[in-house]
């Protein structure tokens, strides 16, 4: 089934990104003055572009494992959903012929499946080969005619992988290794508007055989070949003279009412110095200081298909590791640190969704131009139905001051109702259906969402209704002192595979093995939630979250309540108004069953010392987000956390983050 959605998902966003052709040009037509449109459709190909592209990428591999036990071979063939980045520069002459020059990085999707090559195994030896990346510099030759071009296009590739050994001991040894090898293939492009194009690509690579020996002798070896058929979206960069380099238009220009293209990248290095530990279990932070790294890479495609209609694309590029593999916090310290670690970049279509608005009339509205939402005019009374793939909260729980790791508050527990064990994958991201009633003073929000099918999981529970997440908000709007607020309350209620913890202590054979327990089981809670401006430049914001604590967390943390305050100021009196100072505390609780359940030794997603001292987990945090331009914002960080994990025998622990986030 999970491959099913992939595939529904590539064929969508290429239906999507070749419709924003003709929908521009519409526009064009409709809109324009004659010479704006001649403009439009005579597109100057000459020049520098970057841009991305995503695709289905088929595989195949043929390898041999031998060392003194045995030997073994087979043939793999390995797909999935793969996507990546590319730049270049193309010249044209005036009879249409271009020529060009290409280099191009793709990436495997996050699914352990999906960048497997081969997994082989003797009775001395088990070797598994993962792809990270492919890479390509290529010739393009082609065809330029008006606003269409056809391409054949070839030259060298690239990819880089890890062999990994395990012994009948379970001892592992890794090897990193790059392949050279050959691509070719051809494709055709369109423009779109005055500085966009799409394209459709097809691109097939040969490879090198490759091998490794690993130091118990085991010998592995393999040859292998790629299949890809690929699309893509290109932005022109046209520069303008003088000294300064600067582009001539606004990167963020629409260029269109009919679709918008945003743009993000965020980058966060975590640590934190040494701290006391009496003990340390599976899933604890480690006491010895560390560091990791995140970072993200994403696209927002929106466009409007009809009236009311719309449909949004969101890929991503998403690498590094949260402190200690993403665990040993209830609110964990790093919102982009998601539970699949990634050595290299993986892609991940990460929201694909239609939305479609009934108006009821009346007074209508300004909606701004955003990452999830069209710029334009709507009717204050409305009806709006979601269906797709998205985030939970992209629709809940629409926070003012604390809701976006990547622009303020890092902390789980902080940007995010702690105990709101929401429907989601280990990205955080799920499928599902809202509706939402809009009114001037007040909103009513319905959602249904897949959950996973077991705790902690990259794969869903397909029993459709029998099982899954459902949510329901209010949210009311007023004015305090002539200023806005927002009061939401939130109940949630899951049918989820899950275990009990209670009937896992109370079986000791189990030896607090709570999958051992897991059928079908309801968990429910709730969630008030409010934000309150004081002026332009100050605002206050808390949350209290509570959930039964009875089955064990399927998808966000472990937290069975969450209580958290915190003000966000915008620097207007020092005289920088775009920086923003953020200050918030938490306090974090488990029921009294979850926390004998870890005392036993139990495990949960995020935690699990082997024994538990309990104590609430408390954590401050502070940021100050520095304004370096329109477009980039650097800040500082600063979290402590008194008893990581409700463990009163561990910590406390003071984690240091720097930020870089840009957007357009």
């Known amino acids: 089934m999970i491959r099913t959605n992939r595939t529904r998902e590539m064929l969508v966003a290429g239906t999507m990104l070749a419709g924003l052709g003709p929908l521009a040009t519409s526009v064009a037509a409709a809109d324009l003055p004659v010479k704006a449109r001649m403009a439009q459709t005579v597109f100057d190909w000459t020049g520098l572009y970057v841009g991305a592209h995503a695709g289905y990428t088929r595989d195949h591999a043929s390898a041999t494992l ?7 071979s087979a043939g793999s063939r390995f797909n999935g959903l793969t996507g990546g980045v590319q730049a270049g520069y193309n010249w044209v002459t005036r009879s249409g012929l271009l020529l060009g020059l290409e280099g191009d990085f793709s990436f495997p999707n996050y699914l352990t499946s999906n960048h497997t090559v081969a997994m082989l195994g003797t009775p001395g030896a088990s070797v598994s080969e993962l792809w990270d990346y492919v890479a390509t510099a290529r010739g393009r030759v082609g065809y330029a005619n008006g606003d269409w071009l056809a391409y054949a296009t070839g030259g060298v590739a690239w990819t880089g992988g890890r062999f990994i050994n395990t012994d009948p001991a379970g001892n592992t040894e890794k090897r990193l290794t790059t392949r ?49 058929l690929r699309v893509g979206l290109n932005r022109k960069l046209d520069f303008a003279g003088g000294q300064e380099l600067k582009l001539k238009k606004d990167p963020s220009d629409t260029e ?22 009496r003990y340390t279990g599976a899933n604890s932070l480690t006491p010895a200081s560390q560091l990791q790294e995140t970072w993200s890479n994403s696209l927002y495609i929106n466009a409007r298909l009809w009236d009311g209609g719309e449909v949004y694309y969101n890929p991503e590029l998403l ?62 009374s409305r009806l709006t139905v979601q269906v797709g793939k998205f985030a939970v909260l992209d629709v809940f729980d629409g926070n003012a001051y604390a809701k976006d790791a990547r622009k303020d508050f890092m902390n789980w527990s902080i940007w995010a109702p702690g105990a709101f064990d929401y429907a989601a994958d280990k990205l955080g991201l799920t499928y599902g259906a809202t509706a939402e009633l809009n009114q001037k003073n007040w909103a009513l929000r319905a959602g249904y969402f897949l959950v996973d099918s077991t705790s902690n999981s990259n794969s869903f529970d397909m029993n459709v209704f029998r099982r899954g997440g459902y949510v329901l908000e209010l949210e009311t709007r007023y004015q305090l002192f002539s200023q806005p607020g927002h009061l939401r309350t939130i109940g949630f209620f899951n049918n989820t595979f899950s275990g009990s913890y209670r009937e896992t202590l109370d079986n000791p054979a189990l030896n607090a093995d709570i999958t051992q327990t897991r059928r079908g089981r309801p968990k429910y809670g709730y969630v008030i939630s409010f934000d309150q401006a ?103 960080d600063y979290q402590f956390v008194n008893n990581p994990a409700y463990n009163a025998d561990r910590g406390p622990v003071s984690i240091f983050s720097g930020r870089l986030h840009g957007d357009f």
């Open 66 to 72: 031998s060392d003194p036990t045995g030997v073994a």
């Open 180 to 228: 050279l090898g050959w691509v070719a293939g051809a494709g055709i492009e369109r423009a779109f508007a005055p500085d966009w194009s799409w394209r459709l690509e097809y691109l097939y690579y040969g490879f090198e055989n490759g091998g490794v020996r690993f130091g118990n002798g085991a010998s592995y070896n393999s040859a292998l070949d790629f299949q890809t």
């Open 256 to 277: 269109s009412d009919r679709w918008e293209i945003h743009g993000q990248a965020t980058a966060i290095a975590q640590g934190y110095p040494a701290f006391h530990a």
């Open 319 to 380: 690498q590094g590791f949260g402190l200690n593999n993403t665990v040993g916090l209830g609110g964990f310290s790093n919102g982009e640190a998601q539970k699949s670690d990634f050595p290299y970049p993986h892609y991940n279509t990460s929201r694909l969704f239609l939305r479609q608005t009934f108006g009821f009339g009346g007074q209508q509205e300004q909606l701004g131009s955003g990452q999830l939402q069209l710029a334009g005019k709507q009717d204050i």
């Open 534 to 636: 004081l002026s332009d430049e100050l605002g206050l914001f808390g949350r209290w979250s509570w959930n039964d604590g009875k089955t064990e967390i399927m998808a966000f943390t472990d937290i069975d309540n969450s209580l958290s305050f915190g003000t966000s100021i915008k620097g207007n009196r020092w005289g920088r108004p775009d920086d923003t100072i953020g200050i918030a505390g938490v306090t974090n609780g488990l029921s009294r069953d979850h926390r004998d359940f870890l005392a036993a030794g139990g495990l949960g997603p995020l935690i699990g010392d082997g024994a538990l001292n309990y104590r609430r987990e408390t954590i401050i945090e502070a940021y100050y987000a520095y304004s370096i331009n329109k477009y980039l914002t650097f800040t500082a």
